[in-house]
């Protein structure tokens, strides 16, 4: 079955107006991106005026599981009734969730504050891949495709920095209030500039699809944090959460196949490239943002470096993105080509992964950043990949599901992957005696904690936190081979050549 994208006239035909909308986009990807991270650094800070640190993952994983739930949902309303006023919905609220983040007064109306944040922040970044494909020709949208995955990497990467430095200065409210002056510019630039193409069918919603693919979603990040709550992933009352997530997937399955207009169209499936996409998505989620926090810590244990100092490495990463993404994307839109830079960026992904399991307390600090360039311009190669495969592969009044599937499974992969790698320090640090002169529970050690301690202190945590991160990058780096794997299965398919180029050539 040939389900390739016939190109179509953009949604903007004046370049200029083009590009403002598109600036519009990349402001609210950034904004909905940077929360993912930017709350990471400012959780002690939190803890310490609410108290309730048992709840305090909550804050984080809250926003993913509304993000991750929400995200097949607003892809499929995009094809439904037109991508602007979905699109200004979802920036609506997590505009409304954002100012009630910054107005919580106890743990548990920031964590219900931060559910809201995420049901907007999940259409946010669905919309905008869907806009897009509006805005953009195939291969001209492989370009800014890049532009749009470097955004979602860099506020990633510089979220923890930008969290504990506003915290420090302003209060942790402000890392919540910054999204209003920003949210209202969005919404009044896509409401002026973006125009309404109206769908050529009559919505019709499948809400049971819905609420029992949101359900799965739920269970499947839920389960993933459930280490921590039950004690085990394999505790009983975690293999609960599985059952019942195994229960509603099979439900959706059959409500989709009778579904009128299902919410993730199960013909998708029918064209290999789809499937193998998610798998790489989900694992590029959990390598590229999944990480970024154990970056951090690995880096504040092993080398006595502070979290200002620490998070200076993050231009590596940043960097190495950037130079990525920029790369892939020039590339693919000048060779219509997209594979071989999944390829290259798991593969990538699988060397510097084991690059990491042979570092140790004491690596020179040069070698570090290296390996962390590295990483970062793996991660960007292979970035815009996925979208633009799916959205070749779907019909026109697919791709906003589409697109909706692939920012699903990324963001779930981050999700799952945070949890995972969470679970298996802390379950290493607890299967070792902790004798060290000045330290207590060793869970419990902050950066500054850590640098008052004698020097043979600081370097009998920094090899026990290196050998606690070992098995951690070596599930990784298994990982990105299941991701490898994937790739190397999809076909060898090229974009086709933007209609302009048509005509151009035939004069």
Not at 127 to 152: G, K, M, T, W
Not at 248 to 269: D, G
Request: charged fraction near 10%.
């Amino acid at each position: 079955m040939n389900m390739s994208v016939t190109p179509v006239a953009p949604l903007v035909a004046d370049p200029r107006r083009r590009l403002v909308v598109f600036f519009f986009l990349m402001f609210a990807m950034f904004m909905a991106t940077l929360d993912n991270q930017i709350v990471s650094t400012a959780l002690p800070t939190i803890v310490g005026e609410f108290g309730a640190l048992e709840r305090f993952g909550w804050i984080g994983s809250a926003y993913l599981l509304a993000t991750s739930a929400v995200m097949p949902v607003y892809g499929k309303l995009g094809d439904l009734f037109g991508r602007k006023y979905v699109m200004i919905s979802a920036v609506v609220i997590f505009t409304l969730g954002s100012l009630a983040c910054g107005l919580a007064w106890s743990m548990n109306s920031l964590i219900a504050a931060r559910v809201l944040q995420g049901l907007g922040g999940g259409g946010i970044m669905v919309s905008i891949f869907s806009v897009n494909a509006d805005l953009f020709e195939a291969r001209e949208r492989a370009r800014y495709q890049s532009y749009s995955s470097l955004v979602i990497m860099a506020s990633g990467s510089v979220g923890p920095i930008l969290g504990g430095t506003m915290s420090d200065l302003f209060g942790w409210r402000s890392i919540f209030l910054i999204n209003l002056p920003i949210g209202i510019l969005v919404i009044t630039g896509l409401a002026l500039l973006l125009p309404y193409r109206r769908p050529d069918r009559q919505p019709k919603i499948d809400y049971i699809g819905a609420i029992l693919l949101a359900a799965t979603i739920s269970s499947v990040v839920f389960w993933a944090d459930s280490g921590e709550i039950f004690g085990s992933l394999f505790a009983w009352q975690s293999l609960a959460i599985v059952a019942f997530a195994v229960v509603t997937a099979s439900l959706w399955v059959q409500v989709e196949r009778r579904a009128p207009e299902p919410i993730v169209p199960l013909r998708l499936f029918k064209d290999s490239s789809f499937p193998l996409f998610m798998v790489i998505s989900l694992v590029s989620g959990a390598l590229g943002i999944g990480m970024v926090n154990y970056y951090a810590l690995f880096l504040q244990t092993t080398t006595g470096l502070s979290p200002s100092s620490a998070g200076l490495f993050f231009i590596a990463i940043t960097s190495g993105i950037v130079m990525g993404s920029l790369t892939a994307g020039r590339l693919i839109s000048k060779t219509g080509s997209y594979k071989p830079f999944s390829i290259i960026s798991l593969s990538m992904a699988v060397v510097t992964m084991l690059v990491f399991s042979q570092l140790h307390a004491g690596t020179p600090l040069p070698l570090l950043a290296i390996v962390m360039w590295m990483q970062g311009l793996g991660v960007g190669l292979g970035q815009q990949a996925p979208i633009i495969g799916v959205q070749n592969s779907a019909l026109k009044s697919d791709i906003g599901a589409a697109s909706g599937a692939v920012a699903l499974t990324r963001m779930g992969g981050a999700a799952i992957g945070i949890s995972i790698y969470g679970a298996i320090i802390s379950s290493n640090l607890k299967s070792v005696a902790v004798d060290i002169p000045g330290v207590g529970r060793i869970q419990e050690l902050t950066p500054k904690m850590l640098a008052e301690l004698p020097a043979a202190s600081q370097s009998a945590v920094a090899s026990l936190y290196s050998g606690a991160f070992t098995p951690l990058f070596y599930a990784a780096a298994i990982t990105a081979v299941v991701g490898l794997i994937a790739a190397l299965g999809l076909k060898n398919v090229r974009l086709p050549v933007a209609s302009g180029e048509k005509a151009a050539a035939k004069t």
